[in-house]
């Protein structure tokens, strides 16, 4: 059985070469045949330019007078009447007194029961007084109104974090949210 070995084929050559491509000679423009600027030609050009647009925009005046000088009757000319419009807004407003209906607008009951009530969470209760004052300090730098205070439960000391009050439910929420976000299991308190 044969050893097959690897052979080199970066030193082989070719066997057929490319042709060079041939470049053809680059054409020498004379300066005559540059195109350059001509006065009267673009003069000529602006000119012709500005009838076109003038005529254009006043040529349906134009027809419109000559239509009408041509006429040596004119009874016979009957123009078609343009209708007379009359704005009677300004009229109606001044004359009339528009009925509205409140009803759609008004505040429902418990909306306005929210507004008299307070809002407050309870964050967290803790046997240590340390514990509390640190708790109630890492959420006032959160922003959250925060303050503890001392309760007898059963013969012993507990010590309360709160957060509030707050006057509307939505900021309650949201701070209720802050408090779950950290992983305390908040609840609310009564009003």
């Known amino acids: 059985m044969p050893i097959l070995m690897p052979r080199d084929f970066a030193g082989r050559s070719r066997t057929t070469k490319r042709k060079p491509t041939r470049r ?3 054409k020498r423009v004379s300066p005559r045949s540059k195109v350059a600027f001509h006065g009267p030609s673009f003069s000529g050009g602006a000119l012709v330019g500005a009838a076109i647009v003038i005529v254009a925009a006043y040529a349906p005046e134009l027809v419109d ?3 009408v000088q041509h006429v040596n009757d004119p009874a016979a000319v009957t123009a078609p ?3 007379q419009v009359k704005f009677e807004f300004p009229k109606l407003l001044k ?3 528009v009925q509205a209906d409140p009803e759609p607008y008004a505040v429902p009951e418990s909306a306005k029961d929210d507004a008299a009530t307070s809002y407050s969470i309870q964050a967290a209760s803790f046997r240590s ?3 509390a004052e640190q708790l109630r300090a890492r959420l006032l730098l959160q922003d959250l109104p925060a303050a503890s205070s001392k309760s007898e439960v059963s ?3 507990w010590y309360r974090v709160t957060v509030g009050p707050f006057a509307r439910k939505v900021e309650a929420q949201r701070a209720m949210t802050k408090l779950r976000d950290q992983g ?3 609840m609310w308190l009564s009003g």
Request: hydrophobic residues 15%; aromatic residues 0%.
């Open 95 to 97: 004359e009339q007194e």
């Open 184 to 186: 305390l299991s908040a």
């Open 155 to 157: 013969g012993s000391t």
């Open 65 to 67: 007078s000559t239509d």
């Open 129 to 131: 007084r340390d514990d």
């Open 24 to 26: 053809k000679p680059s």
């Open 81 to 83: 009447a343009r209708p």
